[in-house]
């Protein structure tokens, strides 16, 4: 059994993002029923909709950073009630049974978690479709409980960017005095810089542009630190504690690697691609050391959520209607977004 629902979707990769019906299951036993009211707009939902990954199945529905409330629980659902304020990020299952999912690391299912959107869809074939739609069903085990003292349509990014930044951040301990560098300012440096302040560390924005100071230290940077200025590159080199570097397409990280202390760790998160040639020697001098990081697993972005309550952190967000979404797939190609669209799905509805 399904139902149809309002969609918005693309149908090929040349295809501008239009107006679709698709399914929705019925609520099983242990499933949520979630009428959507924010999702947030993701550089990798444009990465899916253009096939630039080379693995997307169409038609494609994108979103992976839903709010909204739940209206429908499933007979054995405890953790969700009718009313609820709740949220759904990057994924909808995994095998459950590896030991990444029994160590709450969903993310690195051995045996593939299954995305929000573009993932296998075990209840009625075919593949999962995202939250620019009308509502969702999910498993009771992969919804979050939002904190209802936050600004519910700024939290959306926060299932995505936010646990993206926030993760490696946590895993690699970042405390109070540490030098942190936040490497990028945008959807996920903006909310590196955030969640490092807020953790106590002394947070320097590395950039290439110089108008984005003013910026950063809004959003709670200490310093800023511009890479193509060499004497200031030199002034900083074995300083830093943790890098967190959200540049999303490929580049020279040699510079950054030079800025680490010994035994200091870089964590890449934004270029999901080749990068340029890492010289051997700005790692083996120092013991440093260069890892990379994927969202979070459910406990931690539950985790992560909870933070962001005790703080009063959210995404800084631009708000937009469902017929906007061409034009903003253009803006954010163009990084003309400080620092996430995110829908009001209600304007799927009119």
């Known amino acids: 059994m399904s139902t149809e629902i309002k969609a918005y979707g693309a149908s090929d990769k040349a295809a501008d993002l239009e107006p679709m019906t698709i399914k929705r299951r019925e609520v099983g036993p242990k499933d949520v029923k979630i009428e959507i009211t924010y999702c947030g707009v993701c550089h990798s939902d444009i990465h899916q909709v253009r096939n630039d990954w080379k693995n997307s199945v169409y ?17 054995n659902v405890k953790k969700f009630k009718e009313g609820q304020l709740v949220g759904v990020g990057c994924m ?48 009771q085990d992969f919804v979050l409980t939002i904190p209802e003292n936050l600004d519910q349509k700024a939290v959306a990014p926060l299932l995505c960017a936010g646990i993206t ?60 630190l511009i890479s193509k200025d060499e004497e200031a590159m030199k002034e900083h080199t074995g300083s830093f504690d943790f890098l967190l570097n959200t540049v999303p397409v490929g580049h020279d990280i040699n510079p950054y690697i030079n800025l680490l202390k010994r035994d ?17 020697g700005g790692l083996v001098m120092g013991r440093k050391r260069v890892a990379g990081s994927l ?38 190609t163009s990084s003309d977004v400080k620092y996430r669209f995110v829908i009001d799905m209600n304007s799927l509805k009119n």
């Not at 045996?111 to 498993?139: A, I, Q, R």
């Not at 962001?308 to 017929?323: F, K, L």
């Open 92 to 139: 909808v299952d995994s095998c459950r049974e590896c030991s990444s999912c029994k160590d709450d690391l969903e993310q690195y299912c051995e045996n593939g978690m299954v995305p929000t959107y573009n993932g296998k869809d075990k209840h009625l074939g075919g593949h999962t479709f995202g939250g620019y739609s009308e509502m969702v069903v999910v498993d």
């Open 165 to 224: 930044t926030f993760s490696p951040l946590n895993h690699w301990g970042v405390k109070e005095g540490d030098k942190v560098g936040i490497i990028g300012l945008g959807g996920l440096g903006h909310m590196g810089i955030k969640f490092a302040n807020a953790m106590g560390a002394h947070v320097v924005m590395i950039t290439t542009s110089p108008d984005k100071a003013k910026d950063a230290k809004r959003l709670g940077a200490h310093e800023v």
């Open 264 to 280: 200091a760790t870089m964590v890449l998160v934004g270029a999901i691609e080749p990068l340029d040639a890492v010289h051997g």
């Open 295 to 332: 969202i979070g697993g459910i406990a931690e972005t539950q985790e992560m959520l909870d933070f962001c309550g005790e703080h009063n952190i959210v995404s800084d967000v631009e708000m937009i209607n469902m017929d906007n979404i061409n034009e903003a797939y253009d803006r954010v």
């Open 59 to 75: 038609p494609v529905v994108p979103g992976h950073e839903i709010i909204g409330h739940v209206v429908a629980v499933g007979e």
